[in-house]
Nanobody, 126 residues
Framework: QVQLEESGGGLVQTGGSLRLSCAAS????????MAWFRQAPGKEREFVSA????????YYTDSVKGRFTISRDNAKNTVYLQMNSLKPEDAAVYYC???????????????????WGQGTQVTVSS
């Protein structure tokens, strides 16, 4: 069982930056691929970014490429999402997720992930 807790959300102006963190419980954090998803009001949850357990592979949805960076510190059981040049359309609840059977296939699919955090709100003012 893995418990995930997000932090770092908040209110930021358009063009600003935030860094989200997701702290995981457990001693086998490096075995899990980690991802960030987001959900805006009235919309479906969508994939944002993912990173393999060794951090050797990263994935991004097209709309955040060049602006967001995912990273992880396995010694701290934490994954990060650095978000720069934020836009109003980035506003959503951001969720952290963990996949215990990473294979490189289906990383953008929410159903692939076994554990989820409660989410952290990101608001971007125009």
């Amino acid at each position: 069982q893995v418990q995930l807790e997000e932090s770092g959300g908040g209110l930021v102006q358009t063009g600003g930056s935030l860094r989200l963190s997701c702290a995981a419980s457990g001693r086998t954090f490096s075995n899990y691929a980690m991802a960030w998803f987001r959900q805006a009001p009235g919309k479906e949850r969508e994939f944002v970014s993912a990173i393999s357990g060794s951090a050797g592979r990263t994935y991004y949805t097209d709309s955040v490429k060049g602006r967001f960076t995912i990273s992880r510190d396995n010694a701290k059981n934490t994954v990060y999402l650095q978000m720069n040049s934020l836009k109003p359309e980035d506003a959503a609840v951001y969720y952290c997720a963990a996949d215990r059977r990473y294979s490189g296939v289906g990383v953008t699919t929410a159903a692939k992930y076994d554990y989820w955090g409660q989410g952290t709100q990101v608001t971007v003012s125009s």
